[in-house]
């Protein structure tokens, strides 16, 4: 479980950096300044239609040793192990036999163990998700709050090395990966990751993000490039990160939208341990992936659903 910090460290912190542009330690890579979108963007996910699997897979999971101009990134993957425990069933491919990518992102003081439970759920359902450890921000790390600003540019670097692996020979992912339905996704100070991933530092590769408990706090609202439905996930009793600046943030979003928001939530602990809240983030987020990575109208359909079952979630839907 990420470690808590107050408010006060983190907004401070991330005021600063929007300020100064820039850490105390590697220089922060922006991409150029893009305008506001406006309501004329692309109101539809920019996958072609199609369908998810439908059956649970059994899930892999490796690790991969990267390292980014200095910059220690090991890579925890969990995957469909797609005929590794036996014959394929029937059903279980995913577009041509190719899987979504979703690239995700640990909270400060955080790592990607912290998360298995949900990427273990999101891999089952047909995705391939890849969580980078970051070298300031993680569990024993120095905790550099400002480093979140160099982050961006860790998960895109490390999204390369992972798509590489489709064309690594004896890979267990070489021909499963599909390089034209990716998403990125994060917690906390991953969450602000994630959100730099859609402005500043716009990887057009990402067709979907899913923000819990993040606010665009140093990374801006300045959403760029082609549309790309965004999940927000956000408990209203945050502790750590204000429920207010996550909804601005998500108020700010051009595109396709919708917010998942927990009245008991707080920055992570519901989400993550509670089975009940759990469920209902796993399974909206795993319709909401369906539809924005495989461009299952079906599983659009099913998402507000799984976000108001048991009364645990209220759900702002502008998918």
């Not at 969990?78 to 036996?86: F, I, N």
């Not at 979504?100 to 998700?129: E, N």
């Not at 956000?234 to 979003?253: F, Q, S």
């Amino acid at each position: 479980m990420p470690r808590r910090v107050t408010p006060t460290m983190l907004i401070t912190a991330l005021l600063l950096a929007a300020l100064a542009g820039c850490s105390t330690d590697v220089p922060v890579r922006r991409a150029p300044a893009a305008p506001e979108p406006t309501a004329s963007a692309t109101p539809t996910p920019q996958v072609p239609a199609g369908h998810a699997p439908e059956n649970p897979y059994p899930v892999g999971v490796r690790d991969l040793k990267l390292n980014r101009d200095g910059r220690a990134l090991p890579v925890r993957i969990w995957y469909p192990a797609l005929g590794e425990d036996g014959p394929v069933r029937p059903g279980l491919l995913g577009a041509h036999g190719r899987f979504p990518v979703v690239m995700f992102s640990h909270g400060l003081g955080g790592r990607p163990d912290d998360y298995a439970t949900l990427l273990t759920r999101w891999a089952r359902a047909g995705f391939v998700v890849a969580a980078p450890t970051f070298p300031h921000t993680s569990t024993g790390a120095d905790n550099n709050v400002l480093d979140v600003l160099n982050q961006p540019a860790d998960v895109s670097y490390a999204l390369d090395q992972v798509l590489a692996l489709d064309a690594t020979a004896d890979d267990p992912l070489q021909g499963r990966l599909d390089a034209d339905r990716v998403a990125a996704a994060g917690h906390s100070a991953g969450g602000v990751t994630t959100i730099g991933l859609f402005t500043a530092n716009r990887d057009e590769r990402l067709d979907a993000g899913v923000v819990f408990a993040g606010t665009a706090l140093g990374v801006g609202t300045a959403f760029a490039g082609a549309a790309a439905p965004q999940l927000f996930v956000h408990g209203e009793l945050d502790e750590v990160v204000e429920y207010a600046a996550g909804k601005a943030a998500y108020d700010k979003v051009p595109w396709p939208k919708a917010m998942l928001s927990l009245p008991k939530g707080d920055h992570g602990r519901t989400m993550l341990k509670d089975k009940a809240a759990l469920r209902v983030v796993s399974d909206t987020s795993i319709e909401f992936l369906r539809w924005s990575l495989y461009g299952d109208a079906a599983a659009k359909k099913r998402i507000p659903t799984g976000a108001k079952r048991g009364g645990i979630a209220t759900f702002d839907n502008h998918l």
